[in-house]
């Protein structure tokens, strides 16, 4: 899945912040949010995402949400 290959790609790199629950990073797609827990909850975190995000100068509330598995964990991607 190419959206995927880009998330990887990009987890590579240094991340914009750090929160604890999540590693932020800057996508060609938007804003991921890399979960730092090592078992996935069940259900997306993106309240938790959300609140945790205004701590490193990012408010995503309008943002379009949506998760992917990849292999270095969840990640939660914020787009327009």
Same mark, same amino acid.
């Given at each position: 899945?190419?959206?995927?290959? +880009?998330?990887?790609?990009? +987890?590579?790199?240094? !991340?914009?912040? #750090? =929160? &604890? $629950?999540? $590693?932020?990073?800057? =996508?060609?797609? &938007?804003?991921? !949010? +890399?979960? $730092?827990?090592?078992? !996935?909850?069940? =259900?997306?975190?993106? #309240? /938790?995402?959300?609140?945790? !995000?205004?701590?490193?100068? +990012? /408010?995503?509330?309008? #943002?379009?949400? #949506?998760?992917?598995?990849?292999?270095?964990?969840?990640?939660?991607?914020?787009?327009?």
């Amino acid at each position: 899945m190419p959206i995927n290959s +880009l998330l990887e790609d990009a +987890l590579n790199q240094p !991340a914009i912040g #750090e =929160t &604890g $629950r999540f $590693r932020w990073h800057a =996508t060609p797609v &938007g804003i991921a !949010a +890399l979960c $730092r827990q090592q078992n !996935a909850p069940l =259900t997306p975190p993106f #309240e /938790d995402a959300l609140k945790e !995000a205004l701590q490193v100068g +990012l /408010d995503l509330s309008r #943002e379009e949400r #949506e998760f992917h598995q990849v292999s270095q964990g969840l990640v939660l991607l914020f787009h327009s």
